[in-house]
């Protein structure tokens, strides 16, 4: 197949959103300037639906009898990278906000609740331990808690 | 890491996972802080950071947080994200955690 008969612009608008999708979850999620606003995400993915828009152009042009499976692959496969560019903004902009409110939750100038908890080799670990152990050889300054979803 | 050691602050970090899994999550990243396990959500409830049903299988699990505490455990700082991609950085953390004595 010649690069003339290949509708290249749809094909290269899905490849784009799968790694668009890939590279976020892989990589940039581990950066916080590209996860706290995903905007390398956000304009790949802007990228990918100008070459599926072009594809789809491509596909239903008049002037290129292009067979019915042309355009029926052409909105099949835009319609499936338009769902996972939705889910990824729906999950990040929209269900990552239900969070409780957690009115609660210790403030500023409050004690913090004392703990006991396991740590990874399974031994006790309080607080006040947290906090008199040295940290680097010196009496630590303070602890960071840092309170996370987990992998469950 | 080191920037955090440095300055004195021991990051801390806690969640519903056993010890095995938060383990093997330390070995892989290459993390050194404790990670700390508190799979019935006692001390999650006790800081009122309980998101109910939110885990596999309508599990409970920890929203996520994060609070400074100095060393006489008073709480000097608290992030309470409105969305949970987003989380407080580095950076910040070190600019407050400056003006711990």
Known sequence: MTL????????????????????FFSFLVWIPSTRNFPWVTLLMFGAAAVLLFLGVRRAFAAEQAKPRRAKIGA?????????FIAAFVFSFFVAARWLPASTNAPQVGQKAPEFTLADTSGKSVS?????????????????????????? | MAAFNEHGIRPVAISVDSP??????????????????????????????????????????????????????????VNLTENYWIRATPEKILEVGRLLK
């Open chain 1, 4 to 23: 003339r008969r290949l509708n290249w612009p749809l094909w290269a608008g899905f490849l784009l959103t799968i790694v668009s999708v890939i590279t």
């Open chain 1, 75 to 83: 909105v099949i496969l835009t319609s499936v990278c338009a769902f």
């Open chain 1, 127 to 152: 607080l006040a331990q947290l906090l008199s152990t040295p940290v680097n050889g010196n009496a630590p300054k303070g602890v960071l808690l840092i309170f996370y979803r987990g992998y469950w």
């Open chain 2, 20 to 77: 095995d899994i938060s383990r093997k999550l330390a070995q892989q990243a290459g993390y050194t802080f404790p990670i700390l396990s508190d799979p019935d959500v006692e001390t999650i409830r006790r800081y009122d950071l309980v998101h109910a049903g939110a885990g596999e299988n309508g599990h409970d699990i920890a929203r996520p947080a994060e609070f400074l505490i100095d060393s006489s455990g008073t709480v000097r700082w």
